[in-house]
Nanobody, 121 residues
Framework: QVQLVESGGGLVQPGGSLRLSCAAS????????MGWYRQAPGKERELVAS??????TYSDSVKGRFTISRENAKNTVYLQMNSLKPEDTAVYYC????????????????WGQGTLVTVSS
């Protein structure tokens, strides 16, 4: 059983910062890629940022403001969000894909339960 648990969401004023964390637990040997998606009310879920062993990817709307990082030994991914805007308000979901278990079984992907980020004055 692999679970992703996010933390770090909350209410922040425009221009402020937040740091999201997501830890994957279970009998994990390795994870190919981890990332963050978000879903605002009435909108579709969209990719915010992702990181694998060779590169990082950002949506145009967060480039230069958000930074994704990863601690492979802890199966943890972070999202540092700076210069937050009201339009960044959404539920942020952690995502992991290409999971290899210690039993050598493979899982296509897993999602976290989501953490709410609200940017408002």
């Amino acid at each position: 059983q692999v679970q992703l648990v996010e933390s770090g969401g909350g209410l922040v004023q425009p221009g402020g910062s937040l740091r999201l964390s997501c830890a994957a637990s279970g009998n994990i040997f390795s994870i190919n890629a981890m990332g963050w998606y978000r879903q605002a009310p009435g909108k579709e879920r969209e990719l915010v940022a992702s990181i694998n062993r060779s590169r990082t990817t950002y949506s145009d709307s967060v480039k230069g403001r958000f930074t994704i990082s990863r601690e492979n030994a802890k199966n943890t991914v972070y999202l540092q969000m700076n210069s937050l805007k009201p339009e960044d308000t959404a539920v942020y979901y952690c995502h992991a894909e290409g999971i290899v278990l210690v039993s050598w079984s493979r899982l296509l992907e897993r999602w976290g339960q989501g953490t709410l980020v609200t940017v408002s004055s």
